[in-house]
């Protein structure tokens, strides 16, 4: 009892040290600006540091805007031809690096961009850790896409083609040479997918007699599809080996068997199985006509020599990009003590530090309700606090079960992806349904003792969030079992530094969940009806939210994308902690490689939390008088 009492005056006098006026302002507000840039610090300042040395480079794809200018035509809402192009060159350097095993292709230091800036000109940036690595990849992404726009122009002269070939069919004649059989094998395999539908051509077109540029452009195409096949069929042979176990099956003979055997018992192994001979049947009529073009028609690719599409070379680089180390840091300062002031000024109009005064007072009271609110939860279950583990592992298990199997998710390790997203999720969905309910069901404590009433909700998401710490473990436990059994070639586990950021992250979800507490537990109290709306508008809100699918692999457009984002602070969130954990998402045969998120995005959604959190305080306050008479 004395040392309690003793602390309890320690406290109290370092409480009146805090409110002593130092230069205009108290010490406590001294060390909040203090607390404020040390926080943007230790939020910008791994990533500033961990910035790599690297080098980038320009080359050039330049092409005839009079023959190929349709590639800047909208193909789909929101996506050129360009687009299209820029990406499918993208996707086949990826796949040539993955067959090298280099899997750093597409990261922030070894990766390539492209950028238009007026028709007929495409620089293509090599951005790598060395000078001679930035050189190679600028160079390998300018032939790719001259490779890309010649395929474009290339597959309006296939359409040709195979259109005559289907009116010579129709016909009845006989083809005349070995490329009109290959054609009509294209045709009757569906093995060259066109925007628009084949129609028949009553003008006659023979390969051997179109012009060189044009039978080059005809070749590029064929090899754009035969790439495209190729990823196709790696990707569903990825998948049967996942659903088959079959990876680790070296002669091709035993594992096709095996393959075969798996899928007489599962209908849905069956049409994966036949949707991938489908594919290597079409790519084989693709190969048959491609060998033609090679072999008889001699159509190699040089994408140097001077012709309606060229590439123009990079040259080495001679110093690394600055960094900009000092700037960066003297900048995230300036914001800190920028937000640090806004922050102080609060606090001197509206006195926020007397009310965390009266919150650390009754901090025994805090403690204590949310043992009880552990205790309760797992009150009479034989597993107990097991379940904070089990719990977590069997949902995951579920998603896992419905999005691999029924559903057939194409993204790698997906158990891993599932859990990274799930468990900050149900933080979330705990505290603020919890939250909402906190205020009426402690009606009865309310009526009977007097204390701040914002402890209630607050208790709610501490609660959750102790929840969630205790379900870690489990969660780095499926990422050890998952990568010792997915990606064994590697030779080690994939867990990274990034994973020391979590604190920041749950940080700032802590104070978005508690802003949206403070507001609706205030809502239920007079509208009791939000209660029973929550539990919908939580199933709206997690179908919006990236958990169990990632925003880059759905069929949305980047405005609507970005918009998600924006409005919705935990689809930004969940993407952080997956970043940090598992990895920017990529399909089934890759292995993510965790980073840090952007600091933008982090500093977007701090800012967002810390505006919800402001609302919410102010709504509860005006709010809060009018508890024992609405309750």
């Known amino acids: 009892m004395a040392r309690s009492l003793t602390f309890s005056n320690q406290a109290y006098r370092w409480m009146g040290a805090l409110g002593r006026q130092h230069a205009g302002l108290r010490l406590y507000q001294w060390l909040w600006i203090v607390l404020c840039v040390l926080g943007v610090l230790a939020i910008t300042a791994p990533r500033v ?10 080359a050039e794809t330049r092409f005839d805007v009079a023959l190929y200018g349709g590639i800047y035509a909208e193909v789909a809402p929101g996506v050129t031809g360009f687009d299209v192009a820029a990406r499918d060159a993208t996707e086949a350097l990826r796949q040539r690096f993955l067959a090298q095993r280099e899997l750093r292709f597409g990261s922030p230091d070894f990766r390539i961009e492209y950028v238009s800036p007026e028709p007929g000109i495409v620089q293509v940036r090599g951005v790598a850790q060395t000078a001679a690595e930035a050189q ?11 490779r890309q726009i010649r395929a474009a122009g290339g597959r309006e002269v296939l359409r040709n083609l195979l259109g005559w070939e289907l009116m ?21 395999q569906h093995a060259f997918p066109l925007s628009r539908d084949l129609q028949p051509v009553s003008e006659r077109f023979q390969v051997e007699l179109l012009p060189a540029e044009e039978q080059n452009d005809l070749t590029r195409a064929l090899e754009s599809r035969y790439d495209l096949w ?39 192994i069956q049409q994966e199985l036949t949707f991938r001979n489908q594919a290597v049947a079409r790519r084989q009529a693709i190969d048959q006509a491609l060998r033609y073009m090679h072999q008889v028609q001699g159509m190699t690719f040089t994408p140097d020599a001077p012709g309606t599409v060229q590439r123009i070379t990079a040259e080495l680089p001679l110093q690394p990009v600055p960094r900009q180390i000092g700037l960066s840091l003297m900048l995230a300062t300036l914001a800190g003590l920028t937000a640090g002031g806004i922050s102080v000024a609060v606090d001197r109009s509206a006195g926020v530090m007397p009310k965390l005064q009266d919150l650390w007072a009754y901090r025994e009271l805090i403690r204590n309700l949310v043992l009880r609110d552990l205790r309760v939860r797992y009150k009479g279950s034989a597993l107990g606090y097991l379940w904070t583990q089990l719990a977590p592992l069997m949902l995951m298990l579920v998603f896992w079960f419905v999005f691999s199997t029924l559903f057939q998710s194409s993204i790698a390790m997906f158990a891993v992806f599932l859990i990274v997203g799930l468990l900050p999720w149900n933080y979330c969905s705990e505290a603020v349904t919890g939250g909402t309910r ?25 609660s959750s969030m102790v929840n969630y710490l205790l379900s870690l473990p489990m969660m780095l436990l499926v990422m050890v079992v998952v ?48 209660v029973h709306l929550i539990g919908i508008l939580m199933q709206f809100w ?23 984002r924006w409005l919705n602070p935990m689809a930004s969130l969940i993407e952080f902690y997956r970043e940090i954990l ?18 933008d995005s982090v500093a977007r959604v701090l800012v967002t939390a810390l505006l919800v959190l402001a609302v919410g305080y102010w709504f509860f306050q005006r709010h809060s008088g009018q508890f024992g008479e609405e309750i």
């Open 49 to 58: 540091m961990s910035q790599p040395i690297i080098y980038q480079t320009l």
């Open 136 to 146: 190679l990849l600028a160079n390998l992404g300018a032939a790719e896409l001259t």
């Open 168 to 188: 010579a069919a129709l016909d009845g004649e006989a083809p005349l040479t070995p490329f009109q059989i290959y054609l009509r094998t294209i045709i009757a």
């Open 230 to 268: 190729t990823v196709e069929i790696n990707t569903r042979n990825a998948t049967l080996d996942a659903w088959c176990g079959t990876a680790t099956s070296a002669a091709t003979a035993v594992r096709e068997a095996a393959l075969r055997d798996c899928a007489a018992l599962n209908d849905l």
């Open 438 to 462: 906190s205020v009426i069901d402690n009606a009865n404590l309310i009526k009977k003792v007097f204390f701040p009433r914002e402890v209630l909700p607050l208790v709610c998401v501490f």
């Open 483 to 530: 990568q010792m059994v997915y990606a064994p070639l590697e030779g080690r586990l994939n867990f990274s530094w990034t994973m020391t950021y979590l604190p920041v992250l749950l940080f700032i979800q802590t104070l978005f969940l508690a802003g949206m507490a403070l507001f609706l537990s205030t809502v239920a109290v007079f509208f009791r009806d939000t």
């Open 542 to 564: 997690f179908f919006l939210t990236p958990v169990f699918y990632s925003l880059n692999f759905v069929n949305l457009s980047e405005p609507v994308v970005r918009l998600i």
């Open 582 to 599: 598992y990895g920017n998402p990529v399909s089934v045969g890759q292995i993510p490689t965790p980073g840090l998120p952007a600091l």
